[in-house]
């Protein structure tokens, strides 16, 4: 199966969310993080970063549109790419060196790297329902299902 959703009552759920994703991506990923503003991108990527080992805060990178966390197991990189103007930006960044074999990649908004980013491993979506938040885990490739069915282990 390479799809799992499961329904998410708060922010405490979305970072223990996260935080079990984290125990599966220790060798990297690439990960692309959909869903409309507030829906909880950032929150579950600081479930990720933090679950990882990091202690500190954990913000959105909106305006320098990455953040780096270098981390014992692996180096983490948060994106978003929500005021990226053009895809070719990227290119100027640098963004294939932060691609390495072990590198997790969390990419809010990706569609505007569109045509520069990487397949991703994994497709996260996070959507309102009611109070609370549904995600949907989508896997586009053999690691991305590697990671989908050692997810559903923890959950």
């Known amino acids: 199966m390479n799809q799992l959703s499961v329904e998410l009552k708060d922010e405490s759920a979305t970072v223990l969310m996260g935080?079990?994703?984290?125990?599966?991506v220790k060798d990297g990923?690439?990960?692309?993080l959909h869903g409309d503003l507030g829906a909880g991108k950032t929150t579950f990527t600081r479930g990720v970063i933090q679950g990882l080992g990091h202690k500190g805060n954990v913000k959105s990178p909106t305006y320098t549109l990455v953040?780096?966390?270098?981390l014992d197991l692996?180096?983490?990189?948060?994106?978003?790419?929500?005021?990226?103007?053009?895809p070719e930006e990227l290119e100027f960044m640098g963004i294939r060196d932060y691609f390495e074999l072990n590198s997790l990649c969390l990419i809010e908004w990706p569609e505007k790297g569109a045509g520069i980013l990487p397949e991703a491993d994994l497709d996260i979506t996070l959507e309102y329902v009611d109070a609370g938040r549904i995600i949907t885990f989508v896997a586009n490739n053999p690691k991305g299902l590697s990671i989908l069915a050692l997810l559903e282990q923890q959950i």
Do not use: M, Q, S, T
């Open 74 to 86: 692996v180096n983490a990189y948060h994106f978003d790419l929500y005021r990226l103007g053009d």
């Open 19 to 24: 935080n079990k994703l984290a125990l599966v």
């Open 29 to 32: 990923a690439i990960v692309y």
């Open 67 to 70: 953040e780096p966390y270098e």
